[in-house]
């Protein structure tokens, strides 16, 4: 089965990068300090620099509130939309669904 790669926070607490992988991602990006801060939370979950952080540095990407995990989710999730669901902090991937009101 094809699939892709998503990071999500396996614990209490929340999704966090250390300063480490924040610099890491940056280089990766070529994001200069002068340019804009990196915020953790604007990261695309699913974005291939952001994997690579993770995968590379292990435990050093977490912060003390944070276990990162790399997923693999099915490909047809892309198709049919997808989001990170969170309580306090613990959080997974769920298939969107439609609403109407």
């Not at 969170?86 to 439609?98: F, K, M, R, T, V």
């Amino acid at each position: 089965m094809e699939t892709f790669k998503v990071v999500i926070n396996a614990c209490y607490g929340g999704f966090g990068l250390s300063d480490e992988a924040i610099a890491m991602y940056r280089e990766r990006k070529g994001i200069t300090a002068d340019e804009r801060a990196t915020y953790a939370d604007e990261l695309g979950r699913d974005d291939a620099d952001l994997i690579a952080v993770v995968e590379a540095l292990g435990a050093d990407a977490e912060t003390r509130y944070s276990e990162l995990k790399v997923v693999e989710v099915p490909i047809w999730l892309r198709e049919k939309g997808w989001s990170v669901e969170e309580y306090d902090g613990w959080e997974h991937i769920a298939e969107s669904h439609q609403t109407w009101c």
